[in-house]
């Protein structure tokens, strides 16, 4: 029956108004049922409307476009247009949401934009729900964009409301801190005393990407010795989740590594033949660094390892990989270039005296 009323609404799209698009969109997502190509009728009644648009329609499109998980090219600089031309009018939840339908449709606004969109946040932070602070979170980590005054915001907001944030929050704030590379003590020890109490709730993904975004910025076990142990164990209690999401151990394992913690039986599973397998099956992930580099990390930190390790002919076709990977992108970085410049001047040319490189 969906699927007919759907067949039916797009054959009609052409007649209806932007209004009617929209409460249409909305209605399906209510029900939980995707609809691209209902979706597409939906943006090019945007493109022919766009006089139309005003702020509810405009924060009601993003969230559909989120839910949906795409925005088309074409239809990515009309709506930072309309952002910028709206965004005064907006409350608190309406900037949370727009936040929230740009990181779930994976939007690329302009660097002023979202600088801009996080400057109208950041004056109304402390009125802003927990749940739209998560959202501006994610846009930041979404663009890589480093504003100084709203993580300065986070380290006052997040230790008081961090005990009501619940998981998922916490986990997508300290994944923000890792991507934007900021390791505040104040965040991060308000969420690390909070996990703990947590665990029951945590799915393997929270988990994991807690275990990567603590690692990452080098939170060491001694800070809060009951957040890494806690969380380790959650993994050992949900194994069976990783059999469908193999990625989720390997990036746990890997945020410990960066912290010198070495669970032996987490680790004897990732490497074990059957466990590579279905990682390497996995048609949406490139799981091959992983492996290679949880691998390669228990042969340097763990000389006494008896358990499972990589084939050799698996790890070369990685480094090789890797190899390609670095010369066709991080040795042609200007700071590399820069210092590989240094190191000849220094060096006295491409070879040293003794004729090797």
């Not at 925005?71 to 031309?85: A, R, Y």
């Not at 599973?269 to 091959?288: C, D, N, W």
Request: glycine share 6%; proline share 4%; aromatic share 8%.
């Amino acid at each position: 029956v969906l699927g007919m009323f759907e067949e039916e609404l797009c054959s009609r799209a052409g007649q209806m108004s932007l209004h009617q698009l929209l409460l249409a969109a909305d209605l399906w997502r209510c029900i939980g049922r995707q609809v691209p190509q209902f979706l597409q009728h939906l943006c090019q009644s945007v493109h022919q409307n766009v006089k139309q648009m005003g702020d509810a329609e405009l924060v009601l499109l993003l969230y559909i476009l989120g839910e949906g998980r795409r925005c088309p090219k074409d239809l990515i600089h009309p709506v930072e247009q309309l952002l910028m031309q709206n965004l005064h009018r907006l409350y608190p939840e309406e900037v949370g949401t727009v936040c929230l339908g740009l990181f779930k449709s994976q939007t690329s606004l302009s660097e002023a934009a979202v600088t801009r969109v996080v400057d109208v946040a950041h004056a109304f932070v402390e009125e802003m729900s927990d749940f739209a602070i998560v959202n501006v979170l994610k846009l930041l980590r979404f663009s890589y964009l480093y504003h100084r005054a709203w993580l300065e915001a986070m380290a006052r907001e997040v230790p008081r409301r961090a005990h009501r944030m619940g998981v998922k929050g916490l986990m997508h704030v300290a994944l923000a801190c890792s991507a934007l590379h900021c390791k505040d003590d104040k965040i991060l020890m308000a969420i690390a005393e909070n996990v703990p109490s947590l665990v029951p709730h945590c799915r393997s993904k929270d988990s994991c990407k807690l275990l990567w975004a603590f690692g990452t910025l080098g939170f060491l076990p001694a800070q809060c010795p009951k957040f890494y142990s806690s969380l380790t164990e959650s993994l050992r209690q949900r194994k069976a989740e990783f059999q469908q999401y193999p990625e989720h151990l390997l990036t746990g394992l890997l945020g410990l590594a960066f912290v010198s913690q070495f669970p032996e039986d987490l680790i004897e599973l990732a490497l074990s033949p059957g466990f590579v397998k279905l990682a390497l099956k996995s048609t949406q992930l490139e799981l091959k660094k992983d492996l290679f580099t949880l691998d390669r990390a228990v042969a340097l930190e763990l000389p006494q390892w008896t358990g499972p390790q990589l084939g050799s002919e698996l790890r070369e076709e990685v480094e090789a990989m890797l190899w390609m990977f670095a010369e066709a992108d991080v040795c042609q970085k200007a700071e590399v270039l820069e210092a590989e410049s240094l190191l000849r001047d220094m060096l006295g040319g491409e070879r040293s005296p003794t004729g090797t490189i």
